[in-house]
């Protein structure tokens, strides 16, 4: 079976107060710093620590080969107004004929509870449908990570079920050193419909007007 499409277009996706775009040398700084944060450490892959080696590499090689090889795409989420990175969207594990794949998310820690995940999640969401004609994307979130799960509600996804100890989570014991703990995975996911309105809900809660476009 031949598939229509094989690989994201270079893009960018603006929202009333985010720019999502490809990572910039620029970036590498931002990066280092957001993904050290015990958070991303705790509910990530990420390589910890984190070194500025990493960070390079991620902006220069890794996040651009997700597109290139037609993984997915990788968006650095920055601020409108003060151009700064506060985060991170990565479209993974596309399959082109099903037209899914699954969404993750990092916020950088200064920039948390603004609501920038739900708006950059929900303007990828809403180009990943309307633009690339995807039927269905998927979210994964440890059992435990409270805030990733506000975050997949607000935007409209519904629960699926439990993946019983399909995670690994790096807590700290009473020494502070890390230690892998398994968890359960809540598997959610979105379809084009769920998505309607959304968008005003969460523009409105926020106190700023809802709009994205993408080019
Ligand atoms: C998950 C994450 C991206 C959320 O970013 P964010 O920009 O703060 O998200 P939003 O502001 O859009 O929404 C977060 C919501 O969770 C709530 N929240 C945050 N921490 C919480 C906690 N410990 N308990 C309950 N609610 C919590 C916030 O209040 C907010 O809800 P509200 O808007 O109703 O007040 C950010 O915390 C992060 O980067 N975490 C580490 C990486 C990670 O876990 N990624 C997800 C992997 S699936």
């Known amino acids: ?36 944060d015990e958070h991303v450490v705790a509910w990530t892959t990420a390589p910890h620590p984190y ?22 795409i990788v968006f650095a989420v920055t601020e409108f107004l003060t151009q700064r990175l506060v985060g991170m969207v990565h479209l993974q594990h596309t399959d082109w004929r099903v037209r899914s794949c699954e969404i993750a998310y990092v ?15 929900l303007a990828v969401t809403q180009w990943l449908f309307r633009d690339q004609g995807f039927e269905r994307l998927e979210l994964r979130t440890a059992a435990d990570n409270v805030a990733s799960q506000q975050v997949a509600q ?25 230690s892998d703990t398994r968890t359960d995975l809540i598997v959610w996911s979105l379809l084009p419909e769920d998505v309607d309105g959304i968008a005003d809900q969460l523009a409105e809660a926020a106190g700023y007007t809802a709009f994205s476009e993408w080019n």
């Not at 270079?10 to 970036?27: G, K, N, Q, Y």
């Not at 916020?107 to 999640?121: D, F, H, K, L, M």
């Open 107 to 121: 916020v950088a820690p200064w920039a948390r509870g603004e609501g920038y995940a739900s708006e950059a999640a």
């Open 154 to 178: 607000k935007v409209g996804c519904i629960s699926e079920g439990i993946l019983r100890g399909a995670c690994i989570a790096r807590t700290r014991d009473e020494n502070g050193a890390l």
């Open 51 to 72: 070194t500025e080696a990493d960070a390079r590499a991620w902006v220069t090689r890794l996040a651009p080969a997700e597109r290139t090889e037609g993984r997915g």
């Open 1 to 36: 079976m031949t598939t229509a499409n094989s690989m994201f277009p270079d893009i960018s996706i603006s929202t009333e107060r985010l720019v999502l775009r490809p990572f910039e040398e620029a970036d590498i700084d931002g990066l280092t710093e957001m993904m050290n």
